[in-house]
């Protein structure tokens, strides 16, 4: 059920699930008891694999292809090379979208990952690597499909994300990593289903959460991991400033997102969108100038909507804004469904001008508009 609210939850506002996938990396440390000797317990390969992901998120591809590509040397039959190669691809091409030839790369990477899993389950029922890898790779091509509007490709998957997620939660008191597994699971099953009543007959077969409990995990691996703080604080961020309704604590969690990997275009485009959704104009004026000369279709995707946004509420243009806001809406089409947090903002601009203009009917369309595209409240809540 953690993996199904989450993977549910990405469908409305765009959780970026892919973190949680990351995770694999992040928990493998052998743990008290296991009879399986980890082949990542070496030091060596501890750091590699640490730096690769660190060069990942930070949009440094040639470094982390040279290091993925030693570690497949090192350990062909282990399924941590094949995750990472999947997880290089999908940032080096951010957005991948269905059409892609990107995709076959991706998740033939993924499912040589599973492939790899279960064979190490095979060998020992009990194997972390083995779940670690199975449940994330699963995970990360649930956010990937989520992300473009065809959730129907990975809903088998579902259960069995479940289950492992439930298992991994018996090692909390073991190993500190575990309180962010914990601490997701717990805050979100029970927050999701307030903001999602529907789901609440299909809770009560699943294990009970505890929200407040969820958010004291999340901050504990926050300040007291070493490899999941980034995950833990990106996930902090996005529960403050769509369930919490804390868009201050939100900001500074993106803020530093934000200082840690200043190329990862995503990160950037979250700490905007919480920057001008904060009225801290200033500040995101001149973060967007970053991306005025970048010829990428999807960075000027969010360089319009931030200049548009700036134009509406700082500059007093509304032409401008207006302008920018539909060319968004244009440029969003080609993207899909991973867009549509993007077009919502923007229609939710278009409908405050046009309220303002008094044009009724174009702001009630618009707000539906927006309404249909993304959950995230603090879109139409701004005025």
């Known amino acids: 059920m953690y993996a199904a609210f989450l993977f549910y939850s990405r469908l409305s506002h765009l959780c970026s699930m892919r973190h949680i996938a990351a995770l694999i990396f992040f928990l493998l440390p052998a743990l008290p008891g296991q009879a399986q000797q980890n082949i990542l317990d070496s030091e060596e390969i501890q750091k590699k694999v640490e730096r690769c992901l660190y060069a990942t998120y930070g949009f440094h591809f040639s470094e982390a292809k040279a290091i993925q590509s030693s570690l497949e040397n090192m350990m062909p039959s282990h399924p941590a090379p094949f995750f990472l190669k999947a997880l290089i691809t999908y940032w080096e091409f951010f957005p991948i979208l269905p059409e892609d030839p990107e995709v076959i790369e991706f998740e033939s990477g993924m499912d040589r990952a599973i492939e790899l899993a279960a064979n190490m389950m095979d060998k020992e029922s009990n194997s ?100 999941i703080k980034y995950e833990a604080r990106l996930f902090m961020s996005l529960i403050q400033l769509n369930y919490e309704k804390n868009i201050d604590e ?94 919502a903002i923007a229609s939710a601009g278009l409908a405050r001008i046009a309220e303002k203009e008094g044009d009724i009917l174009t702001a009630r369309k618009q707000r539906k508009q927006s309404s249909r595209l993304s959950n995230y409240e603090f879109i139409l809540e701004f005025r």
């Open 250 to 343: 939100a900001l500074e969690h993106a803020a530093k997102l934000y200082n840690y990997f200043p190329k990862n275009i995503y990160y950037l485009g979250q700490y905007l969108i919480i920057l001008v959704h904060n009225r801290q104009y200033s500040v995101a004026s001149v973060l967007n100038e970053k991306l005025a000369n970048e010829k990428d279709d999807f960075h000027r995707l969010i360089y319009l909507l931030i200049e548009g946004f700036l134009h509406e509420n700082q500059r007093n243009a509304p032409s401008k804004a207006k302008a920018q806001y539909k060319q968004v809406l244009r440029d969003a089409e080609s993207f899909g469904a991973i867009a549509d947090l993007y077009a």
């Open 128 to 227: 972390m690597e083995g779940l670690f890898f199975d449940l994330h790779a699963r995970a990360f091509k649930a956010m990937f499909w989520a992300d473009n509007g065809k959730p129907g490709k990975v809903l088998t998957d579902l259960n069995t994300m479940y289950y492992s997620t439930i298992k991994g939660m018996e090692y909390k008191d073991v190993f500190n990593e575990f309180y962010f597994s914990s601490g997701m699971y717990n805050y979100y099953i029970e927050a999701y289903t307030e903001k999602h009543p529907a789901y609440k007959p299909l809770a009560l077969f699943f294990r009970r959460g505890d929200k407040q409990l969820g958010l004291k995990e999340i901050e504990y691996a926050i300040n007291n991991t070493t490899y």
